[in-house]
C-alpha cells in the first residue's frame, strides 16, 4: 500500500462508528427526557375553562381545553376501535351531581376506579383536556346506558333534552397541549436510539472481529503483506488482494486464504425493485458466507472477482444451480475427510 499509516489504521480497532453511535445515543436521550417532561407538565401555563361553567352558559364549543372536578366515574358505556386504538368512553360525576361524557385512557380509569376504592365519599379528582362535539352513535349510546340506569319513573333521556342532561360535547383526557411537540420528540428519540443501537452493534461487532482476525493472523505478517508491491489494492471496493491473503475492510477486518474459497458471486440487493447495492459474497470450506468487497458497478466485482480466482483456479464463479449444488457437495465431502481425520 502507498501509506504504511493506512496500514496501521486498519489492523486497529476503528471507533468512530462507536463514537457516532454513542453520540446519537445522548441525543436520543435528551430528546426523550425532554418529551416526558413536557408531557408530564403539559397543562403548565396554560389557560384551561371550567367545564360546567361553559355549560351552564351554553359555551362549551369545540377544541377549548377545559378541566372538571369530578367525584365518581361509571364503567364505559362505549367503546370504539379506530386503526387498532380504542376510544373508551364514560359518565363522569361533579359534586353537584351533573353528569358529562369523557373519553379516558385505560390507565386514567384505573386510577380513578383504585382512587374511588381507597378514598370512598372524600373522592375529587380533576379532569383536563380538550372538549368536542357529541357525534350521533355516541349520543345514542349514551341515552341507551343512561335510561337504563335510572328507575322506571325517572325522566328518560330522549334527543329533545339530552343537552340539558349532558350537553353537547364531551371531555377528551387524551388529547392535550403540545401532543405534536411530545409526540415528535419522543418519537425522534426512539428513532435516533434505534439508530444508535445499530451504529453501536455494528462497531463492537466489527471491534471484536478485528480481534479475533489478529489473534488468528499474525499482525507483522498481515503489515507486510499489505506494505508488499504487488498487493492489488481496491479502496472503493473495500478489498486488498496480496500474495497470500484476501484482505478486506468493509464489515470489520475478514482475512481469508484463497484456499479457503470455493465459491464467489456477485449478490444484488434491492428495496422497492431497485438495486441499491451489489456484493461480491465468498462461500468458504467450512459453509460460511463471507461479504469480501462492494460496488454498484459489476464489471469492477468481475474484475476482483477474475483476480481472486487466478490465484485459486478451482474457485466456483456466478450464482447458478449447478454452481450451488457442486458448492454443497464439496463441502459435504471436506466435512467426510475431517471426520474420517478425526
Not at 468487497?293 to 450464482?319: Q, R, V
Amino acid at each position: 500500500m502507498e501509506n504504511s499509516m493506512e496500514v496501521e489504521k486498519m489492523l486497529k480497532p476503528k471507533k468512530r462508528l462507536l463514537i457516532i453511535g454513542l453520540i446519537i445515543l445522548v441525543i436520543a436521550v435528551v430528546l426523550i427526557v425532554t418529551g416526558t417532561l413536557k408531557n408530564q407538565n403539559k397543562y403548565e401555563g396554560v389557560q384551561m375553562h371550567i367545564y360546567n361553567d361553559l355549560i351552564s352558559k351554553d359555551a362549551d364549543k369545540e377544541n377549548m381545553l377545559v378541566k372538571l372536578e369530578i367525584t365518581n366515574i361509571s364503567p364505559a358505556f362505549a367503546v370504539k376501535e379506530i386503526k387498532n386504538v380504542k376510544q373508551n368512553y364514560y359518565f363522569a360525576v361533579d359534586k353537584n351531581n351533573y353528569w358529562y361524557i369523557v373519553r379516558l385512557t385505560d390507565s386514567t380509569y384505573k386510577e380513578l376506579k383504585s382512587k374511588i376504592d381507597s378514598e370512598g365519599e372524600n373522592f375529587k379528582y380533576v379532569l383536563k383536556g380538550y372538549i368536542y362535539n357529541d357525534p350521533a352513535e355516541l349520543k345514542k349510546l349514551a341515552m341507551s346506558a343512561y335510561n337504563q340506569s335510572l328507575s322506571a319513573d325517572a325522566e328518560k333521556l330522549t334527543n329533545s333534552n339530552f343537552k340539558d342532561y349532558l350537553g353537547s360535547t364531551y371531555l377528551d383526557e387524551t388529547k392535550t397541549p403540545n401532543d405534536s411537540t411530545v409526540t415528535a420528540l419522543i418519537g425522534i428519540g426512539i428513532g435516533l436510539a434505534i439508530l444508535s443501537s445499530i451504529f453501536l452493534i455494528i462497531s463492537i461487532s466489527n471491534i471484536k472481529k478485528l480481534k479475533s482476525t489478529l489473534k488468528k493472523y499474525d499482525a507483522e505478517e498481515l503489515k507486510e503483506e499489505l506494505n508488499n508491491i504487488n498487493i492489488e489494492e481496491y479502496k472503493r471496493q473495500s478489498i486488498y488482494l496480496t500474495n497470500k491473503y484476501i484482505i478486506s475492510t468493509i464489515n470489520g477486518l475478514s482475512v481469508l486464504e484463497y484456499s479457503d474459497i470455493l465459491w464467489m458471486y456477485n449478490e444484488k440487493r434491492r428495496q422497492n425493485g431497485i438495486v441499491v447495492g451489489v456484493w461480491i459474497m465468498a462461500r468458504t470450506k467450512d459453509n460460511k458466507k463471507i461479504l469480501i468487497a462492494s460496488d454498484m458497478k459489476e464489471d469492477i466485482l468481475i474484475e476482483i472477482m477474475t483476480k481472486i480466482k487466478e490465484k485459486n483456479h478451482e474457485i466456483l464463479i456466478g450464482f447458478t444451480g449447478e454452481n450451488n449444488k457442486e458448492y454443497k457437495k464439496l463441502v459435504k465431502e471436506i466435512k467426510m475427510e475431517k471426520k474420517n481425520e478425526n
